[in-house]
């Protein structure tokens, strides 16, 4: 049973592998010659992350959209690995019975090491398989563990690298199991951020035969760096590493990143200012990077999305009503909805850079004497101890109101009804009530007896008094007042549907507004704005961001486009803060329908954050990581040339885990390349064939240099090929190779093998035999870390 990985043309080993082996008369291609590729039906995938089926970050966004694209494209033969969280479990994760192939497994796991793995589905779309580990069932082997690992710098108190050790081992021994007991199989074991990655330390050391992929979502010390007001991209050459992560006393969490960014076949980052970052803090150049994507179903709406955006504003146009009652003085009709939102990282999240750029834009309204109200929403979760009084009383108000009013127009309808059945005319006076007027006398006194001004935080927060977010709005003195044209309104808390105040999930909250504003200093791809271009909303990011590079390297003329991207990293920080005032000022000017068109612009960008589109990137890295954990085993063969062909370029083995590539070998185009062979082009690894002349495609910017063989034996000889073939009135010249003789794969020749269960389903059955890596092959093992 084939199945189709990746694109049609991801053919980057297959390229490597025609190199040594010319094709035969059959036009196909021998199999299982050791190098593999993701598409052979004997490759399984494991993702491993800390927030499998468990919510903490924006990990648990790319493991869960990215799901149901690489299902697609390993079927059961992938499976995600994490830790198990009993709170999280109960609504993320579902218990199944282990199918015949991984039972024993899980077996051994709980008899040789009293380790307790939960096998099931994550309760999502394409509902992959997961092993979920118990860390409990280890916790008492921590201390020997972290000795072994990191001995004379660990850091017994810091909790969440104590359950990352445990984790780590426990991944470590699962994956030893299965490699051991289906010996035939090729295991890509992809590890995403430090906290997963301690097992990828493990395989090495333990010299597993599994091909690794680590990929750092931000780099731990980069973050800390930021969040402390460090200049990080213009310092970053001029910092001591290691003593930074001293100070901060993340030295032993920093060794696991850089250890892991190391040690994997292949490393990659999200973006390229995350490579740019990875390249001077975890000291190793990124080889492929791998943007995050979107599973677009779930914000299509086609042409609807117009209709959504009118339907979801009116609800918060509701909320608005009851939020400012009794100041409620403009009209909604020219109040434009701005927000920001993510982790509460007030510099990191650039919330500095929007509190200050809405000051500037409120003096400019003012200043134009503009009719426009710019309601901003900041939606940032923090310590609360419960909604605010007034904010759920406007809510009430405006609810009662609405009942009152409801009413008393359904009063109406019987009178009038009644009236023109008689074939009366009611006068006004009759069709209202004394009483009706009472009612809604009483309803508009109750929502001017407000003295106070419209709140700015919807919560109680626990510590108001330091909270920068709030301190920022203090000092720039934008409290709702009836003469400011920029209200501001604080939601300490992640929108849901079940919200009091704000009915909405954040999807459809996202809908209803006008603008996203995401002016991040350290972000290294951004869910926030790509979330809003599938979803047809404009936005305005940075250029500290992944996402704007990414955008500014496919897309033409962005503005246009509804994608702002702000200068933080090459202008001042007033300078940034005018730059995006001056993006708000030019977006209020736009009449209603330039703002319809806008949007239609942003949502055609979606289809470019389509997972479908973004998968090529990891069909690559995957590839990568086989190829060199995997080489290649050459054979001889005769090859027939002419005369005049006297030399012939043969590629370089496989680039060692430690090697650089060059800066201008990230494999990041956008998803326009049509192939992943151009893509492989572009950075200097891929190659082309061209009858019996073989040269490597854009030789000029290769990173590894290609040697030139002459040939000057008659013959080059392959053991699976007939020399008396090859003859010909021309001359033949070739090279000769040593010859190894090629062990037989029935699971990959005449369709012998069909595969099995292992993760439940129709995963990989036994066996073959898997060559061994010759030692002119083997992967350079790096020297043991310095535990001083």
Not at 70 to 86: D, M
Not at 198 to 203: A, G, K, N, Y
Not at 665 to 670: E, H, R
Not at 720 to 726: A, L
Request: overall charge neutral; charged content about 20%.
């Amino acid at each position: 049973m084939n199945q189709v990985f990746g694109t049609p043309n991801s053919t980057f080993l297959e390229t490597r592998y025609n190199l040594l082996n010319p094709r035969g008369s059959s036009g196909t291609i021998p199999q299982g010659l050791g190098g593999g590729t993701v598409n052979e039906p004997n490759t399984v995938l494991f993702d491993i992350g800390w927030e499998v089926a468990k919510k903490v970050g924006g990990i648990y966004t790319v493991l869960k959209s990215k799901a149901p694209v690489t299902v697609e494209t390993f079927k059961s033969s992938y499976a995600l690995i994490g830790p198990y969280n009993p709170e999280t479990a109960a609504t993320e994760f579902e218990s199944l019975e282990p199918g015949p192939l991984s039972s024993p497994i899980i077996e051994n796991m709980l008899a040789k090491y009293g380790i307790q793995i939960h096998f099931g589905k994550w309760l999502i779309e394409s509902h992959p398989k997961v092993f979920l580990i118990d860390l409990k069932s280890s916790m008492h082997k921590l201390s020997e563990w972290r000795f072994d690992l990191m001995a004379g710098f660990e850091q017994p108190g810091d909790q969440e690298c104590n359950e990352s050790i445990v984790f780590g081992y426990q991944v470590a021994l699962l994956l030893k199991e299965f490699s051991e007991t289906y010996k035939n199989d090729k295991y890509i074991a992809h590890f995403h951020e430090w906290q997963s990655s301690v097992s990828l330390i493990l395989l090495k050391r333990w010299r597993l035969r599994m091909a690794t992929i680590f990929t750092t979502h931000a780099t731990l010390l980069g973050r800390y760096l930021s969040a402390g007001g460090v200049d990080l991209y213009n310092q970053m050459h001029h910092l001591n590493i290691d003593s930074e992560a001293s100070k901060r006393g993340i030295y032993h969490r920093h060794w696991i990143e850089k250890q892991s960014a190391h040690d994997a076949h292949v490393f990659t980052t999200v973006s390229e200012i995350t490579a740019f970052e990875a390249e001077h803090i975890l000291q190793r150049k990124c080889d492929v990077i791998l943007p995050n994507g979107l599973k677009l179903d779930k914000f299509t709406a086609l042409h609807e999305f117009q209709n959504l955006h009118q339907k979801n504003k009116q609800v918060i146009q509701e909320f608005v009503r009851g939020h400012f009652y009794g100041h409620y003085d403009f009209d909604l009709d020219n109040t434009l909805y701005f927000f920001t939102a993510g982790r509460n990282e007030y510099f990191n999240k650039g919330v500095d850079m929007f509190l200050d750029a809405l000051a500037g834009l409120n003096k400019l309204l003012q200043q134009a004497g503009s009719p426009i109200t710019i309601v901003a929403f900041i939606i940032m979760p923090s310590k609360t101890n419960n909604y605010n009084v007034e904010s759920l009383k406007g809510q009430s108000y405006l609810r009662d109101t609405r009942r009152t009013c409801n009413s008393i127009v359904e009063a109406m309808g019987e009178r009038l009804f009644e009236a023109t059945s008689k074939g009366q005319i009611i006068s006004p006076e009759q069709l209202i009530t004394p009483e009706d007027l009472v009612m809604l006398k009483r309803r508009i006194l109750n929502l001017k007896q407000k003295s106070s001004l419209p709140p700015i935080v919807t919560h109680n927060m626990v510590d108001d008094v330091n909270d920068p977010i709030l301190n920022h709005i203090r000092r720039i003195k934008l409290f709702n007042a009836h003469e400011d044209r920029v209200k501001i309104i604080y939601h300490p808390e992640f929108l849901n549907s079940t919200n009091p105040l704000i009915p909405l999930d954040y999807t459809d909250f996202v809908r209803g507004t006008h603008l996203g504003i995401f002016v991040s200093y350290y972000e290294p791809y951004g869910y926030t704005p790509c979330e809003c271009t599938a979803l047809g909303v404009p936005s305005v990011t940075s250029n500290l961001t992944g996402f704007a590079n990414f955008m500014k390297r496919g897309v033409e003329d962005p503005d246009s486009k509804g994608i702002y991207i702000v200068d933080r990293r090459y202008k001042s920080p007033q300078e940034s803060v005018d730059q995006l005032t001056q993006y708000l000022w030019k977006f209020c000017q736009l009449d209603r329908r330039q703002r319809i068109e806008l949007r239609n612009h942003t949502e055609k960008l979606s289809e470019l954050l389509d997972w479908k589109n973004l998968g090529k990137f990891y069909t690559t890295a995957r590839s990568l990581a086989l190829e060199r954990a995997f080489p290649i085993q050459p054979r001889s063969t005769s090859l027939k040339v002419s005369s005049e062909q006297t030399e012939i370029l043969l590629t370089s083995p496989p680039i060692s885990p430690s090697t650089s590539l060059s800066e201008n070998n990230f494999i990041s185009k956008p998803p326009n390349v049509s192939t992943l062979s151009e893509m492989m082009s572009s950075s200097g690894i891929g190659t082309s064939v061209n009858n019996t002349q073989l040269k490597p495609t854009n030789s000029s910017t290769t990173a590894n240099p290609v040697p030139s063989v002459k040939l000057s034996s008659p013959l080059v000889s392959l053991n699976n090929v007939n020399s008396t073939s090859s003859a010909s009135s021309n001359t033949t010249i070739g090279t000769t190779m040593k010859s190894t003789k090629p062990p037989i794969f029935p699971n990959l020749i005449g369709g012998v093998k069909q595969p099995q269960d292992l993760f439940d389903e129709d995963l990989i059955g036994p066996t073959s035999i898997v060559p061994p890596i010759s030692p002119s092959k083997s992967i350079p093992i790096p020297s043991n870390k310095n535990k001083k």
